[in-house]
């Protein structure tokens, strides 16, 4: 079964880090470009990150550059996000996508989502 | 920025019904438009891609058209398990690539 199931949420005070892990099954995650997408509680989604199958291209939204990194190993199916400088409004339900090539850039599978809160 | 305005924001249907939600782009995306529908508590789910591909396993009552700057969502005849938000995304370069506000489809 294709699956994404992310890890590493929690409560975290402003000023603060945390690394999100997206564990990948069931497809040749070395092949494929893969994104970071978040929720704010009740909100629409947004855009955070992407990432290149070799780790050769990766965007952010305007947001987050300079704070947020994301990386991957494909040894490991896996991806990540390190996320620095946290603030309130980092809030979020923190999905990862699966990006194929050929689906105009179309998220395909997603994960379950990981909460992050940011609060003192 | 691609800004994507969608509407309506939110919208009242009957099982049976036909529905169709806009996304215009504040410029040509060409058809890298792309929509999702979420319900509560769930990851979105991939519909359409590229403005009118039905994505594999997905209902062919749902259909997506356009080009450049304006596309729609069609829900031929609503089911109950439609009723959830609708998102429309674009991945045109450059980025960043960017999402509608959404659309509430409810229970009339």
């Known amino acids: 079964e294709v699956q994404l199931v992310e890890s590493g949420g929690g409560l975290v005070k402003p000023g603060g880090s945390l690394r999100l892990s997206c564990a990948a099954s069931g497809f040749t995650f070395s092949s494929y470009r893969m994104s970071w997408v978040r929720q704010a509680p009740g909100m629409g989604l947004e855009w955070v990150s992407l990432?290149?199958?070799?780790?050769?291209?990766?965007d952010y939204a305007d947001s987050m550059k300079g704070r947020f990194t994301i990386s991957r190993d494909n040894a490991k199916k896996s991806l990540y996000l390190q996320m620095n400088s946290l603030r309130v409004e980092d809030t979020a339900v923190y999905y990862c996508?699966?990006?194929?090539?050929?689906?105009?850039?179309?998220?395909?599978?997603w994960g379950q989502g990981t909460l992050v809160t940011v609060s003192s | 920025d691609i800004q994507m305005t969608q509407s309506p924001s939110s919208l009242s249907a009957s099982v049976g019904d036909r529905v169709t939600v806009t996304c215009r782009a504040s410029?040509?995306?060409?058809?890298?438009l792309n929509w999702y529908q979420q319900k509560p508590g769930k990851a979105p789910k991939l519909l359409i891609y590229?403005?009118?591909g039905l994505q594999s396993g997905v209902p062919s009552r749902f259909s997506g058209a356009g080009s450049g700057t304006e596309f729609t969502l069609t829900i031929s005849s609503l089911q109950p398990e439609d009723f959830a938000t609708y998102y429309c995304q674009q991945t045109s370069s450059p980025f960043p690539i960017t999402f509608g506000l959404g659309t509430r489809l409810e229970i009339k």
């Open positions: 996508a699966r990006a194929p090539i050929g689906y105009a850039g179309a998220f395909d599978i």
């Open positions: 990432i290149g199958s070799s780790s050769k291209s990766i």
């Open positions: 410029q040509s995306i060409s058809n890298y």
């Open positions: 590229a403005a009118s």
